[in-house]
């Protein structure tokens, strides 16, 4: 007799409408905690949150002095996660990230033996910063972290602890002694989060704030463990194929040698997103939708997200440079050009 059976579709919904509704809560109480420290950046936020909800990774871009590193740390703070940061630098090595084997003396039996040291990927949230300043092989060293939550020394494989996430940081205005990412890491990022100047009274409130004496202390607002179970909630919000189908069209769209393509997209882009960019729409779709108290996905969601998850894979040509056309004037107009199916929600 089996003592443990099942729990019927119907329970499994209760439970899961009990679990999003701790999500909001959690998400806002992470929102609160984040704004005694962070002024503004609202959308920023939302979006690393976002980030952590889905299990994704995300490169965050913006000039230095506008608090990136530190608002990856405050919320490792507030979700009681290990942090840890790597400064990426030109002379950085693979085995400065992942770690490597030392040789040591056994204390029990006197013999020399390897032991493996970890290196800082170790760690729950890892800031990978200023990523581009170090050569393609050490940038190569995130990859199997980032796909498969482990890493690989001298042919032995160490699992990651979970939740584990990746934010690196590009600056954009210095391009001297950098190294730009090959399209193939790119792509393993969710978003590229883009972070901007303040409006003057939000950054006024920034010099009071850090010229003054305060200490700040964060309550935690959620836990790793919670964190997991919020992830596969998060998967298993519906989506209806409508909401699907708009995602992939996007994506389509933005890709010049695709039939159908509109003409701006053949004129300015050189390479359009991957499959990994509908993956990402849906997935963030469902994890916005969770926070906004639905527990349905909506083509406002996938427009919401069309500009973060597509301005790192669409990649435009020379034509789009000299004509000083952005990529997120190229989603914008691809957001005008492909509309929401008329039958769908």
């Given at each position: 007799?089996?003592?443990?059976?099942?729990?019927?579709?119907?329970a499994?919904?209760?439970?899961?409408?009990?679990?999003?509704?701790?999500?909001r809560?959690?998400?806002?109480?992470?929102?609160?905690?984040l704004?005694?420290l962070?002024?503004?950046?609202?959308?920023?936020?939302?979006?690393?949150?976002?980030?952590?909800?889905?299990?994704?990774?995300?490169?965050i871009?913006?000039?230095?002095?506008?608090?990136?590193?530190?608002?990856?740390?405050?919320?490792?703070?507030?979700?009681?996660?290990?942090?840890?940061?790597i400064?990426?630098?030109?002379?950085?090595?693979?085995?400065d990230?992942?770690?490597?084997?030392?040789?040591?003396?056994?204390?029990?039996?006197?013999?020399?033996e390897?032991?493996f040291?970890?290196?800082?990927?170790?760690?729950?949230?890892?800031?990978?910063?200023?990523?581009?300043?170090?050569?393609?092989?050490?940038?190569?060293a995130?990859?199997e972290?980032?796909?498969?939550?482990?890493v690989?020394?001298?042919?032995?494989?160490?699992?990651?602890?979970?939740?584990?996430?990746?934010?690196?940081?590009q600056?954009?205005?210095?391009?001297?002694?950098?190294?730009?990412?090959?399209?193939?890491?790119?792509?393993?990022?969710?978003?590229?989060?883009?972070?901007?100047?303040?409006?003057?009274?939000e950054?006024?409130?920034?010099?009071?704030?850090t010229?003054?004496l305060?200490?700040?202390?964060?309550?935690?607002a959620m836990?790793g463990?919670q964190?997991?179970?919020?992830?596969r909630?998060?998967?298993r919000v519906?989506?209806?194929?409508a909401v699907?189908?708009?995602?992939?069209s996007?994506?389509r769209?933005?890709?010049?040698?695709?039939?159908?393509?509109?003409?701006?997209v053949?004129?300015?882009v050189?390479?359009?997103a991957?499959?990994?960019?509908?993956?990402?729409?849906?997935?963030?779709?469902?994890?916005r939708?969770?926070?906004?108290?639905?527990?349905?996905?909506?083509?406002?969601?996938i427009?919401?997200?069309?500009?973060?998850?597509?301005?790192?894979?669409?990649?435009?040509n020379?034509?789009a440079?000299?004509?000083k056309?952005?990529?997120?004037d190229?989603?914008?107009?691809?957001?005008?050009?492909?509309?929401p199916?008329?039958?769908?929600?």
């Amino acid at each position: 007799m089996n003592d443990n059976p099942e729990p019927s579709p119907a329970a499994d919904a209760g439970d899961d409408v009990a679990l999003a509704q701790e999500l909001r809560e959690r998400y806002d109480a992470t929102r609160r905690e984040l704004a005694k420290l962070i002024v503004g950046q609202d959308g920023v936020v939302e979006q690393v949150l976002l980030t952590i909800l889905a299990g994704g990774n995300s490169l965050i871009v913006g000039v230095p002095g506008l608090a990136k590193t530190l608002l990856i740390h405050s919320i490792a703070q507030v979700l009681d996660l290990d942090f840890s940061r790597i400064q990426f630098t030109p002379d950085l090595m693979p085995s400065d990230i992942t770690g490597t084997d030392l040789v040591q003396e056994n204390a029990e039996t006197g013999r020399r033996e390897l032991v493996f040291l970890p290196g800082p990927i170790f760690a729950n949230i890892v800031l990978a910063d200023e990523i581009n300043r170090t050569p393609p092989k050490t940038q190569s060293a995130l990859l199997e972290a980032m796909q498969e939550h482990r890493v690989t020394v001298q042919g032995k494989t160490y699992e990651l602890d979970e939740p584990f996430f990746v934010f690196a940081t590009q600056n954009p205005i210095e391009l001297e002694g950098t190294y730009p990412l090959p399209e193939a890491q790119l792509d393993r990022f969710m978003f590229e989060i883009v972070i901007d100047y303040l409006p003057e009274d939000e950054e006024l409130e920034v010099v009071r704030q850090t010229t003054s004496l305060r200490e700040i202390r964060f309550d935690y607002a959620m836990s790793g463990a919670q964190i997991r179970e919020f992830q596969r909630l998060v998967r298993r919000v519906p989506v209806a194929d409508a909401v699907s189908q708009y995602a992939l069209s996007l994506v389509r769209a933005s890709r010049p040698g695709q039939d159908g393509a509109p003409e701006f997209v053949r004129d300015w882009v050189a390479y359009g997103a991957s499959t990994r960019a509908a993956q990402y729409l849906v997935l963030g779709g469902k994890a916005r939708a969770l926070i906004n108290g639905r527990y349905h996905v909506e083509f406002d969601d996938i427009r919401a997200l069309a500009r973060p998850v597509l301005r790192h894979r669409v990649l435009r040509n020379f034509h789009a440079e000299s004509e000083k056309v952005g990529t997120d004037d190229i989603i914008d107009r691809l957001l005008a050009a492909v509309p929401p199916p008329a039958s769908g929600m």
